[in-house]
């Protein structure tokens, strides 16, 4: 499992982590609880396994989203690890770009 934070608040989060998990081929399931959590399935196709990527949604604090990843990839437990900080850094550098085009940084 990976974590990634980011300076967001929650219902911001969950609606871009979905349309960005779509664009990207999951099929993504929101399971209501006390802290969200997305499942997102890719089927596999001729060169790869279908994976499974769950991830675990949280509020810190008002404008801080706490984002554990979990990947599940069948009998291959090295590409899990590689699928799961592969995503975190993807979401946080996607998250990280809106911030600062909001702020006018460069």
Same mark, same amino acid.
């Given at each position: 499992?990976?974590?990634?934070? @980011?300076?967001?608040a @929650?219902? &911001?989060v969950? $609606?871009?982590?979905?349309?960005?998990?779509?664009?990207?081929?999951?099929?993504? !399931?929101?399971?209501?609880? =006390? &802290?969200?959590?997305?499942? =997102?399935?890719?089927?596999?196709?001729?060169?790869?396994?279908?994976?499974?990527?769950?991830?675990?949604?949280?509020?810190?604090? #008002? &404008?801080?989203?706490?984002? #554990? /990843?979990? =990947? /599940?990839?069948?009998?291959n437990?090295h =590409?899990?690890?590689? /699928?799961?900080?592969?995503?975190?850094? $993807?979401?946080? &550098?996607?998250?990280?770009?809106? /911030? !600062? !085009?909001?702020?006018?940084?460069?």
């Amino acid at each position: 499992m990976k974590t990634t934070l @980011l300076g967001h608040a @929650l219902p &911001n989060v969950l $609606s871009r982590l979905k349309e960005m998990l779509t664009s990207q081929g999951f099929l993504v !399931q929101t399971i209501p609880t =006390a &802290n969200p959590v997305l499942v =997102a399935v890719q089927k596999g196709s001729w060169f790869r396994k279908p994976k499974q990527l769950v991830l675990e949604v949280s509020s810190v604090e #008002d &404008n801080l989203t706490r984002i #554990d /990843i979990t =990947a /599940i990839v069948k009998s291959n437990t090295h =590409a899990e690890s590689t /699928i799961e900080e592969s995503y975190a850094k $993807s979401i946080y &550098n996607s998250f990280k770009k809106s /911030i !600062q !085009q909001s702020y006018g940084f460069r």
